[in-house]
């Protein structure tokens, strides 16, 4: 036997023998652990319909499988979000706060804490799983300054990430740690289609004695909303729903959302119109892509042992309160995110509306692995049981929601009168962000409340509250009418979550049975602590 031979040899045994730390699944009877597919849509919103164009994922997954109604991220921003679903963490734990180097967005300290233990690096290191990405990664992945496209993160056997934030035409994707440029041939350099057929690939080409992991990361529908060549006159008649929060004056809120321009201008509404369109537009190719994944893995007989999941970082706003186009706020349409799963034991055409975040991710993949959860220091809770819909299932009725906002130090040039600290700001001296559109909410969902209540780190100390039974579109803040003991146990909820950690994030919220509220430790945060300070003045 050559050296070479024995070293192969070797290898093979230690593969073999190694602990892998992962138990094996439920009910697989001694089978290979089920594999597992995430797609995630860049600024994909549900509330405002953007699940319509995609009749085909919503068929092959959301009609074999379950919708859940309740899906939130903890940020309603890429990179934070985007950290949140690699780390099962809130933001305030996994301390990416924007989409900036210095806001931590792929930067050297994110790769040296936080992502050795992601999920995606147990499931390669612990669980024996070989691992793909394709598409965007982190919105400064890549920038010189953390290692350029050279770095490829722990936790990838196949790494073909994006350069920076997404693109369709003109970008360079990381091959394994090595450059390779696209132009703007549509066969050839579509991001979106070059993202399917690297999928396809590597299906066609893996180990078939080894569980996958595929996270498929598509730049649909983020800016700059370039469609494919066949879907450019798709939708044509179709414009940004006037819904109840459309072109309206967002009184009693923020300054940010106050500041907006009511009505807005015929221009604006015609461009906010023009992207809502062009958006549909380039989700038609995701749906064709999500096609072509299911028919591989069905006809490589992978789909029945598959659990597949869609998903996106944040939602979405185009007119709504006068903003014109993105995400940031803090209201339903920013925060609230589509999430669809099909796999082994879950039956079809379900609706699930339990309270779930994308911290949650993490824990279900390990949990479907087989890795014990509480050997991680994720905040979120594994999904498996309401994806297998056990009984008496014990679940949360809160979240965090946390987002530090941008600006720049000098006045934008199409607002010099708000002066410095703005950024996202449009022709008609509308804002979309400011260093002090710095918030923190709990979002709560119980079986007697529908309630969001939000703390503003700024001079005023702002506070929103929304009672969504009753206020769906979130036009009227209760803040200075709802009881006060309420507006009290809110506000200490808020400050536990803040501060919470793995397990004490997942403790009792306001409206549960085992909650425990002392009211002597409301003043040691927020709009309580300002009041008692301003007080003793």
Same mark, same amino acid.
């Given at each position: 036997?050559?050296?070479?031979?024995?070293?192969?040899?070797?290898?093979?045994?230690?593969?073999?023998?190694?602990?892998?730390?992962?138990?094996?699944?439920?009910?697989?009877?001694?089978?290979?652990?089920?594999?597992?597919?995430?797609?995630?849509?860049?600024?994909?919103? =549900?509330?405002?319909?953007?699940?319509?164009?995609? $009749? &085909? *994922?919503?068929?092959?997954?959301?009609?074999?499988?379950?919708?859940?109604?309740?899906?939130?991220?903890?940020?309603?921003?890429?990179?934070?979000?985007?950290?949140?679903?690699?780390?099962? &963490?809130?933001?305030?734990? +996994? +301390?990416?706060? !924007?989409?900036?180097?210095?806001?931590?967005?792929?930067?050297?300290?994110?790769?040296?804490?936080?992502?050795?233990? *992601?999920?995606?690096?147990?499931?390669?290191?612990?669980? %024996?799983?070989?691992?793909?990405?394709?598409?965007?990664?982190?919105?400064? /992945?890549?920038?010189?300054?953390?290692?350029?496209?050279?770095?490829?993160?722990?936790?990838?056997?196949?790494?073909?990430?994006?350069?920076? !934030?997404?693109?369709?035409?003109?970008?360079?994707?990381?091959? !394994?740690?090595?450059?390779?440029?696209?132009?703007?041939? /549509? #066969?050839?350099?579509?991001?979106?289609?070059?993202?399917?057929?690297?999928?396809?690939?590597?299906?066609?080409?893996?180990?078939?004695?080894?569980?996958?992991?595929?996270?498929?990361?598509?730049?649909?529908?983020?800016?700059?909303?370039?469609?494919?060549?066949?879907?450019?006159?798709?939708?044509?008649?179709?414009?940004?729903?006037?819904?109840?929060?459309?072109?309206?004056?967002?009184?009693?809120?923020?300054?940010?959302?106050?500041?907006? &321009?009511?009505?807005?201008?015929?221009?604006?509404?015609?461009?906010?119109?023009?992207?809502?369109?062009?958006?549909?537009?380039?989700?038609?190719?995701?749906?064709?892509?999500?096609?072509?994944? =299911? $028919?591989?893995?069905?006809?490589? %007989?992978?789909?029945?042992?598959?659990?597949?999941?869609?998903?996106?970082?944040?939602?979405?706003?185009?007119?709504?309160?006068?903003?014109?186009?993105?995400? @940031?706020?803090?209201?339903?349409?920013?925060?609230?995110?589509?999430?669809?799963? @099909?796999?082994? %034991?879950?039956?079809?055409?379900?609706?699930?509306?339990?309270?779930?975040?994308?911290?949650?991710?993490?824990?279900?993949?390990?949990?479907?692995?087989?890795?014990?959860?509480?050997?991680?220091?994720?905040?979120?809770?594994?999904?498996?049981?309401?994806?297998?819909?056990? $009984?008496?299932?014990?679940?949360?009725?809160? =979240?965090?929601?946390? /987002?530090?906002?941008?600006?720049?130090?000098? #006045?934008?040039?199409?607002?010099?009168?708000? %002066?410095?600290?703005? *950024?996202?700001?449009?022709?008609?001296?509308?804002?979309?962000?400011? /260093?002090?559109? *710095?918030?923190?909410?709990?979002?709560?969902?119980?079986?007697?409340?529908?309630?969001?209540?939000?703390?503003?780190?700024?001079?005023?100390?702002?506070?929103?509250?929304?009672?969504?039974?009753?206020?769906?579109?979130?036009?009227?803040?209760?803040?200075?009418?709802?009881?006060?003991?309420?507006?009290?146990?809110?506000?200490?909820?808020?400050?536990?979550?803040?501060?919470?950690?793995?397990?004490?994030?997942?403790?009792?919220?306001?409206?549960?049975?085992?909650?425990?509220?002392?009211? @002597?430790?409301?003043?040691? +945060?927020?709009?309580?602590?300002?009041?008692?300070?301003?007080? #003793?003045?």
């Amino acid at each position: 036997m050559s050296p070479a031979v024995r070293a192969l040899v070797l290898a093979a045994l230690l593969v073999l023998s190694r602990d892998w730390g992962c138990a094996q699944a439920a009910g697989t009877g001694g089978a290979r652990k089920p594999s597992v597919v995430l797609i995630l849509a860049d600024d994909q919103d =549900v509330c405002l319909g953007g699940m319509i164009p995609l $009749k &085909k *994922t919503s068929a092959l997954i959301a009609e074999m499988g379950i919708s859940f109604s309740n899906a939130y991220v903890p940020s309603a921003l890429c990179c934070p979000s985007r950290a949140s679903i690699l780390t099962g &963490k809130y933001p305030h734990n +996994h +301390h990416v706060v !924007n989409n900036t180097l210095e806001g931590n967005c792929s930067s050297k300290s994110w790769q040296k804490i936080q992502e050795p233990y *992601t999920f995606p690096a147990v499931l390669k290191s612990m669980c %024996g799983y070989q691992t793909f990405f394709a598409g965007k990664y982190l919105n400064e /992945y890549g920038a010189e300054d953390a290692g350029g496209i050279g770095h490829v993160p722990p936790g990838w056997s196949f790494w073909y990430a994006l350069e920076k !934030n997404s693109k369709y035409y003109n970008y360079t994707l990381s091959i !394994n740690g090595k450059a390779r440029r696209h132009g703007e041939n /549509y #066969s050839a350099d579509y991001l979106t289609d070059v993202l399917a057929n690297m999928s396809l690939d590597f299906l066609e080409y893996k180990s078939n004695f080894e569980p996958f992991f595929m996270m498929i990361s598509t730049p649909a529908p983020h800016s700059p909303w370039i469609p494919a060549p066949q879907y450019k006159k798709s939708f044509q008649n179709v414009s940004a729903p006037r819904n109840g929060n459309f072109n309206i004056h967002g009184k009693d809120k923020h300054w940010l959302i106050r500041q907006a &321009k009511t009505p807005m201008t015929n221009s604006s509404i015609q461009f906010l119109d023009d992207a809502f369109r062009k958006r549909w537009q380039t989700l038609l190719s995701v749906d064709d892509l999500i096609e072509k994944l =299911v $028919k591989k893995l069905e006809l490589l %007989g992978e789909l029945d042992n598959t659990y597949i999941f869609y998903t996106s970082d944040n939602g979405f706003h185009t007119g709504q309160f006068s903003l014109p186009i993105d995400k @940031r706020q803090l209201y339903e349409f920013d925060i609230k995110v589509p999430l669809l799963v @099909r796999g082994p %034991g879950i039956k079809p055409n379900q609706t699930n509306k339990m309270l779930v975040a994308n911290i949650d991710l993490g824990p279900t993949i390990l949990d479907i692995a087989g890795f014990d959860l509480n050997k991680t220091q994720m905040d979120g809770m594994s999904l498996l049981p309401l994806l297998r819909g056990d $009984k008496n299932v014990t679940w949360r009725s809160d =979240v965090l929601i946390e /987002y530090q906002g941008e600006g720049h130090n000098s #006045s934008d040039p199409t607002c010099p009168a708000l %002066g410095p600290g703005v *950024t996202h700001c449009f022709p008609d001296c509308v804002c979309e962000d400011a /260093y002090n559109n *710095t918030y923190a909410c709990v979002r709560t969902l119980s079986a007697s409340w529908d309630l969001q209540y939000c703390e503003f780190d700024d001079r005023e100390v702002f506070v929103e509250v929304y009672n969504l039974t009753a206020d769906p579109h979130q036009l009227t803040n209760i803040a200075k009418t709802i009881d006060q003991e309420i507006l009290e146990k809110m506000n200490y909820r808020l400050m536990m979550l803040q501060s919470c950690s793995g397990a004490t994030c997942r403790t009792p919220g306001v409206f549960d049975p085992g909650y425990r509220f002392d009211p @002597r430790l409301m003043f040691s +945060h927020g709009i309580w602590a300002h009041r008692l300070s301003t007080q #003793s003045l």
